[in-house]
């Protein structure tokens, strides 16, 4: 187990060397710098520029940020002025995160759920509600969603604040609206899943041995049902805590969603960086969290035992 | 053998399937009893309808799309078919036991060996679960599974195939069922291996006492284990009688067939086997008269229109075929004393 674990950190850290690689010249390649602006002068940007070390030559200015990667800086943010990346990372993320959380639980719960039962009654009036639960959470965009959240409960029905972020109740909408896509994927991944290990020989051999119906479900087909949910959970993880840029928009949560897709179009390069070295690490480790996790739920993926 | 008492009994049973391409019916009038203590054997190619009729008699054909059209299931006096779900649980607990065909597949892959074993006795009130446990490694020891206490922790996926088998006779077993039906147990495992798990049914049969209903589709199982034989063509019995008479008296031409199509140790090198020519009905739309006749080399115009009548050739010895009949030209397979069965004479 351990020799996997460290087998896996190592291939983490050559992937995100990488990423960060890529990354760090793609900024550099899109069009206009983090300075445009028509007011400053000549003067003024060459003092910008050699301040956040432009002026250097490219290669150096490679080595000086993974230098201080290393040390677990990620530099100056080129569009918001004296703040770090690391502040704003640390500022905005438990935001995000917070929400997501709250999405993933009552998306997974709800998802899991509707899932088994779509697939209980397969074919039944309850297995149709559920099928149209799912299409809806997978065709409609989060930012109709949002809207339509916001509209019915919030301002016809005024049950819950309309936006901003001060309490329990401001999250419950935008959790919702951020929740909706991943319950109807989880759950359709269930039902689907659920209806295969249902024609499974091990089930009619349960069925063979007198156990009762709602036992096979809960004994012998939700466990063996569950791999390929979790198999979507590590990126939906990633990128559900790292907050969405336009639900948190809508509801005006001060998250990390904003700053990542302003970043890209400010060319704000270290943001950028950053950002997706942030998101990055935690999409792998995500991932590798999912891979341990597949070994509690399924014996023949158990590693390193014995 | 025919003063064996008789305690599971299938009369006129007809099972369809619906499917999107219509009506399958998979088992077409389908009669023969079960006695205590003895091995039954039913053999047939693939399609003709044996394992659907061993899953009815425990209802695990998936219903839907399978139905009953007709018929009745009685075991031990009564009709499985009007049993509640409750009642129908306890006989698949404690009165029938089924092995089925692959032992890779029909273990659940999330559970240790042990508890699938023991998940036979759930819901019973009678035994503690000390006991349930020493039943459970009793049982593994007596189908020959080495090392007991560390395989009944095991997941499936540490066994070998014939381990799981075993395991599989275990689970089938472990309550002391009176039947135990056995779909094609040694189809999926290697000739070694078949030759330990029928040596071990029929070693289990002496201790246990218990009958069984042997599926396949080899010829060979059925000479080494069964008492009597029931052959089976497109959904219908074409043949039933003790293995000594299929064997050496067959009497209907599709069982001369299937003895014509194996190799034999004597079958000089370079020899051709002989073929069944052509393929089984389509169920779709199964044929009038008997299924065989478009294959068979003996047909003659009565068996395409017409549904063969039983006839009876000894005590236990009973074909569905016109050759049979007193008019039917003299063959090699018609018997001298053959007597036909009425509508319901069932012997």
């Given at each position: 187990?351990?020799?996997?674990?460290?087998?896996?950190?190592?291939?983490?850290?050559?992937?995100?060397?990488?990423?960060?690689?890529?990354?760090?010249?793609?900024?550099?390649?899109?069009?206009?710098?983090?300075?445009?602006?028509?007011?400053?002068?000549?003067?003024?940007?060459?003092?910008?520029?050699?301040?956040?070390?432009?002026?250097?030559?490219?290669?150096?200015?490679?080595?000086?940020?993974?230098?201080?990667?290393?040390?677990?800086?990620?530099?100056?943010?080129?569009?918001?002025?004296?703040?770090?990346?690391?502040?704003?990372?640390?500022?905005?993320?438990?935001?995000?995160?917070?929400?997501?959380?709250?999405?993933?639980?009552?998306?997974?719960?709800?998802?899991?759920?509707?899932?088994?039962?779509?697939?209980?009654?397969?074919?039944?009036?309850?297995?149709?509600?559920?099928?149209?639960?799912?299409?809806?959470?997978?065709?409609?965009?989060?930012?109709?969603?949002?809207?339509?959240?916001?509209?019915?409960?919030?301002?016809?029905?005024?049950?819950?604040?309309?936006?901003?972020?001060?309490?329990?109740?401001?999250?419950?909408?935008?959790?919702?609206?951020?929740?909706?896509?991943?319950?109807?994927?989880?759950?359709?991944?269930?039902?689907?899943?659920?209806?295969?290990?249902?024609?499974?020989?091990?089930?009619?051999?349960?069925?063979?041995?007198?156990?009762?119906?709602?036992?096979?479900?809960?004994?012998?087909?939700?466990?063996?049902?569950?791999?390929?949910?979790?198999?979507?959970?590590?990126?939906?993880?990633?990128?559900?805590?790292?907050?969405?840029?336009?639900?948190?928009?809508?509801?005006?949560?001060?998250?990390?969603?904003?700053?990542?897709?302003?970043?890209?179009?400010?060319?704000?390069?270290?943001?950028?960086?950053?950002?997706?070295?942030?998101?990055?690490?935690?999409?792998?480790?995500?991932?590798?969290?999912?891979?341990?996790?597949?070994?509690?739920?399924?014996?023949?993926?158990?590693?390193?035992?014995? | 053998?025919?003063?064996?008492?008789?305690?599971?009994?299938?009369?006129?049973?007809?099972?369809?399937?619906?499917?999107?391409?219509?009506?399958?019916?998979?088992?077409?009038?389908?009669?023969?009893?079960?006695?205590?203590?003895?091995?039954?054997?039913?053999?047939?190619?693939?399609?003709?309808?044996?394992?659907?009729?061993?899953?009815?008699?425990?209802?695990?054909?998936?219903?839907?799309?399978?139905?009953?059209?007709?018929?009745?299931?009685?075991?031990?006096?009564?009709?499985?078919?009007?049993?509640?779900?409750?009642?129908?649980?306890?006989?698949?607990?404690?009165?029938?036991?089924?092995?089925?065909?692959?032992?890779?597949?029909?273990?659940?892959?999330?559970?240790?060996?042990?508890?699938?074993?023991?998940?036979?006795?759930?819901?019973?009130?009678?035994?503690?679960?000390?006991?349930?446990?020493?039943?459970?490694?009793?049982?593994?020891?007596?189908?020959?599974?080495?090392?007991?206490?560390?395989?009944?922790?095991?997941?499936?996926?540490?066994?070998?195939?014939?381990?799981?088998?075993?395991?599989?006779?275990?689970?089938?077993?472990?309550?002391?069922?009176?039947?135990?039906?056995?779909?094609?147990?040694?189809?999926?495992?290697?000739?070694?291996?078949?030759?330990?798990?029928?040596?071990?049914?029929?070693?289990?049969?002496?201790?246990?006492?218990?009958?069984?209903?042997?599926?396949?589709?080899?010829?060979?199982?059925?000479?080494?284990?069964?008492?009597?034989?029931?052959?089976?063509?497109?959904?219908?019995?074409?043949?039933?009688?003790?293995?000594?008479?299929?064997?050496?008296?067959?009497?209907?031409?599709?069982?001369?067939?299937?003895?014509?199509?194996?190799?034999?140790?004597?079958?000089?090198?370079?020899?051709?086997?002989?073929?069944?020519?052509?393929?089984?009905?389509?169920?779709?739309?199964?044929?009038?008269?008997?299924?065989?006749?478009?294959?068979?080399?003996?047909?003659?115009d009565v068996c395409k229109d017409n549904p063969p009548c039983s006839y009876q050739l000894s005590g236990e010895h009973v074909t569905n075929c016109w050759l049979q009949h007193e008019f039917a030209p003299d063959t090699d397979l018609k018997k001298e004393n053959a007597a036909e069965l009425k509508e319901g004479e069932v012997k």
């Open positions: 187990m351990r020799k996997y674990i460290f087998k896996r950190l190592v291939a983490a850290v050559l992937t995100m060397w990488v990423l960060i690689t890529v990354v760090f010249f793609l900024v550099r390649l899109m069009p206009g710098d983090p300075f445009q602006n028509p007011k400053m002068t000549a003067e003024i940007r060459a003092n910008m520029e050699s301040y956040y070390g432009f002026d250097k030559p490219l290669i150096v200015q490679y080595g000086n940020y993974m230098k201080n990667l290393f040390k677990g800086d990620l530099g100056y943010s080129m569009k918001f002025t004296n703040k770090t990346v690391n502040g704003i990372i640390a500022e905005s993320f438990p935001f995000s995160a917070d929400l997501g959380i709250r999405a993933l639980v009552f998306a997974v719960s709800f998802g899991l759920v509707l899932g088994i039962i779509s697939a209980r009654n397969r074919g039944g009036k309850l297995d149709f509600f559920c099928v149209i639960v799912a299409v809806l959470g997978t065709s409609i965009p989060d930012f109709i969603m949002g809207a339509v959240l916001q509209y019915g409960f919030g301002i016809k029905w005024g049950l819950l604040p309309v936006a901003q972020y001060q309490g329990i109740e401001y999250t419950i909408l935008p959790a919702c609206a951020i929740g909706f896509y991943t319950l109807a994927s989880v759950s359709r991944i269930m039902r689907a899943s659920m209806l295969e290990v249902a024609s499974q020989d091990y089930i009619k051999t349960a069925r063979s041995k007198g156990v009762s119906e709602f036992r096979i479900t809960a004994k012998h087909q939700i466990r063996n049902a569950i791999m390929p949910v979790m198999t979507i959970m590590g990126p939906t993880v990633a990128s559900v805590l790292t907050g969405t840029f336009v639900i948190e928009s809508i509801f005006a949560i001060p998250g990390m969603g904003k700053y990542y897709v302003e970043s890209v179009s400010n060319n704000d390069y270290s943001m950028v960086l950053g950002m997706t070295i942030f998101y990055g690490v935690f999409l792998i480790f995500c991932n590798l969290v999912v891979d341990v996790l597949y070994g509690v739920a399924d014996p023949r993926v158990r590693i390193g035992e014995r | 053998m025919a003063d064996r008492e008789k305690f599971l009994e299938l009369k006129n049973v007809v099972y369809s399937f619906h499917t999107y391409g219509g009506q399958v019916k998979a088992v077409r009038d389908v009669s023969f009893e079960v006695r205590k203590g003895e091995i039954l054997g039913i053999v047939g190619e693939s399609g003709c309808g044996k394992s659907v009729t061993a899953q009815c008699i425990m209802r695990l054909n998936p219903e839907p799309p399978g139905f009953f059209e007709g018929g009745e299931i009685l075991f031990e006096g009564k009709d499985v078919l009007k049993m509640t779900n409750k009642e129908l649980r306890k006989m698949r607990r404690e009165d029938i036991g089924f092995v089925f065909q692959d032992p890779m597949t029909s273990l659940n892959p999330t559970m240790r060996v042990g508890a699938q074993i023991e998940e036979v006795f759930l819901g019973r009130t009678d035994v503690s679960k000390k006991e349930v446990k020493e039943k459970a490694l009793e049982i593994m020891r007596l189908v020959g599974i080495s090392d007991v206490e560390k395989r009944y922790k095991q997941y499936p996926h540490e066994l070998s195939g014939g381990m799981k088998q075993r395991v599989m006779i275990a689970i089938a077993l472990v309550s002391r069922p009176s039947l135990v039906i056995c779909d094609e147990p040694t189809t999926s495992l290697d000739v070694t291996i078949e030759a330990q798990i029928l040596d071990l049914l029929l070693e289990l049969r002496e201790k246990l006492g218990m009958s069984i209903i042997m599926i396949t589709h080899d010829l060979g199982v059925i000479a080494r284990m069964c008492d009597r034989v029931i052959v089976m063509y497109g959904g219908k019995i074409v043949e039933k009688g003790t293995a000594q008479e299929i064997f050496y008296d067959t009497a209907h031409p599709y069982t001369k067939g299937l003895m014509g199509s194996i190799a034999k140790l004597d079958t000089a090198k370079g020899e051709k086997l002989t073929p069944i020519e052509g393929t089984p009905p389509d169920l779709f739309f199964p044929p009038k008269g008997c299924p065989f006749a478009a294959r068979c080399e003996y047909a003659m």
